[in-house]
């Protein structure tokens, strides 16, 4: 199994730009949440879902949109991207308690 | 709502002490509760969890956590720490109502010294 992967690893923005993170995971978890990790704020939680077609904000969910088509695919949209949302972003899934998490995406925007 | 604090940005000990992290929570019901270990440039890994059943819990290498509900705490710990125990560490909690919604601390770096 790959587990939970992300794409891309690195990715830089200008203002105003849109794009989408993809996230995926092969384990059939139910349950795959967005989060973005910046210095001294720990890990927030912008979206999740509870399965293919449920999804539910978070504690910072502005600024991002999320579908959840499948039960592989939880893609995170930026629609116009400002330098609030430079951080790293962390996929994650679980099939109840634990979270597996990805290994991450740098996103800077300038 | 639920919220995590972990009150201590960094805690520095000498290998082969004991180590605690601190970690205080607040939910609406009774607490799941979990600690994560994030390595430099890794995403987290899952260390332990505690839902329900004896306040003392074991987990990955050697960690441990104490549930304490009138404290609301719930602290991790390890009798004899590593170098390579040093990473950051994250405390997180989900109430039991039925959602799925998990809150993380800010994290609190844990620096082991030879």
């Known amino acids: 199994n790959a587990g939970v992967t992300q794409t891309p690893k690195f990715q830089v923005l200008k203002t105003g730009q849109s794009m989408t993170l993809q996230c995926a995971q092969d384990m059939n978890h139910e349950y795959m949440s967005w989060y973005r990790q910046d210095p001294g704020m720990g890990l927030r939680l912008i979206h999740y879902?509870?399965?293919?077609?449920?999804?539910d904000q978070g504690e910072v969910p502005n600024g991002y949109n999320v579908s959840r088509s499948t039960t592989e695919d939880f893609p995170l949209r930026l629609l116009s991207a400002a330098p609030s949302q430079t951080s790293v972003y962390f996929c994650?899934?679980?099939?109840?308690?634990?979270?597996?998490f990805g290994p991450g995406t740098r996103l800077t925007v300038l | 709502a639920q919220s995590v604090a972990q009150p201590e940005d960094q805690v520095n000990v000498a290998e082969g002490n004991p180590l605690t992290v601190k970690c205080t929570y607040s939910v609406s019901g009774n607490p799941y509760l979990f600690w994560y270990v994030q390595y430099p440039n890794r995403g987290l890994q899952f260390l332990l969890k505690?839902?329900?059943?004896?306040?003392l819990v074991k987990g990955s290498y050697g960690f441990e956590a104490e549930f304490n509900k009138s404290q609301t705490s719930f602290h991790l710990k390890k009798p004899s720490a590593l170098v390579s125990d040093s990473a950051l560490y994250f405390c997180a909690v989900r109430d039991n109502t039925g959602g799925f919604k998990t809150i993380f601390g800010a994290g609190t770096r844990l620096f082991v010294k030879a």
């Open positions: 505690y839902i329900t059943g004896d306040n």
């Open positions: 879902s509870v399965g293919a077609g449920i999804t």
């Open positions: 994650a899934s679980s099939y109840g308690d634990e979270q597996f």
